[in-house]
Every structure is written in C-alpha cells, then in structure tokens.
C-alpha cells in the first residue's frame, strides 16, 4: 500500500469516527461528544497516528470534562488576504436541516483533515446547542466594521437559532454579516430580519 493509499484509508475510516463526535456534540452533549471522542483518541494511537491531532485531541477531552474552563479555540475565525472577513462555524450535516444531496458531497468534509478546524466545529456546535455567553462575549468583541461570513461550515439548526442569531446581528449595526444558508424553512418562520445581513441561497438543499 502507497502512503497516498494509506492515507486516504486512514482519513475515510477516520471520518466515520468523526461523524459519530460531531453527531454526539449536535446534541449539546458534553459527555457524550467526549466518548465518541476517546474512540478517535483511540484510533489514532492503533493506526500511530499522532503529532498535532492526538496533542489537540486529549486537549479538547481535557475541555469537554471542564467546559466552563478556559475554550480550547477562539470562536471566532480571523481573516486573512484569502479569507478576508471574521467567520463562524459548526459541523455540517448535523446542524443543516434543510441539506439534500450536498450530504454526500459537503466541501466542509475536507477541512476534518486538520485538527484545529475540526475541533474549532465542535466547540462552536456544542456552546452554540447550551447558549453558552461565550458567544455573545465574543460576538461583542468583534471590532466595528469588519464583514462576518455566519456559517462557513454548518448552517442554522433550527428557527430558534436563527431568531438568536439575528438578535445578534440586530445588536451590532456596524457589522455586515452574510451567508449562505439550506435552511430555507427556519428562516421562513420569522417576522423581521436584520437590514445589515445578507442571505445567498445555497444549492444541494431539500427544497
């Protein structure tokens, strides 16, 4: 077997293991996501898998057994000459009510090769599912002005979310927020919606 051979294996098995934590953090579970997350520990040192990931991952366990303790990441993505905006993510799939056939095919996926925004997903999934202040803290922390991309990977989960979002836009005219988003349905339900946010539609839905 190549290394190229070995590697694709490794990350395909390893997904699945990944998909199994991020399902476990989709539903605010910090102990649940913390078992899933020993089988990825666990793997990682059957297949000698180590240097960044197992370092970060018994970290995040470290997190996930203590979550009022200090976060493992920042919230909040910066920008930089590519990516020029701030930037909030969750894990796809489990958090995209409205996704169709892009669950097969979700660009999102690639990022999980690398630890730090694999785990960053988790993290902002699971302080997102309990409402942790450390949002908002963050969000009003955000320097005046900048554009912010919601959702790079994940998307609205429900239209509760989506309501508590736009409180938050609402609460930061200076900002200009955008995203694109599935969750068509979650969006439809509510009555007002913040004049500093723009919204693109994006395709692979249900709809």
Known sequence: MTRTQYTRRYFTTCRD??????????????????????????????????G?????????????????????NQIFAIGNDKLPFVAFSTLPVVTCPGAGA???????????????PFFRQVMN????????????EAWDAIADGLDVRLYVDGDF???DTVRWWFD????????????????WAEIETQTSYPINYTLNLSSGSIW
């Open 17 to 50: 293991i990944q998909k199994a934590v991020a399902i476990a953090a989709a539903t605010g579970d910090y102990a649940a996501t913390a078992k899933a997350l020993n089988r990825l520990i666990h793997y990682g040192r059957k297949t000698n898998q180590g």
């Open 52 to 72: 960044d990931w197992h370092r970060i991952s018994l970290r995040f366990r470290r997190w996930l057994k203590k979550p009022e303790s200090e976060l493992p």
């Open 102 to 116: 892009c669950r097969d095919w979700c660009y999102s996926f690639n990022c999980w090769r690398n630890a730090h």
């Open 125 to 136: 999934t699971l302080l997102l599912a309990n409402r942790d202040p450390r949002i908002i």
């Open 157 to 159: 989960d429900s239209a």
């Open 168 to 183: 938050r836009i609402e609460s930061r005219p200076d900002l200009r927020v955008y995203g694109y988003s599935k969750s």
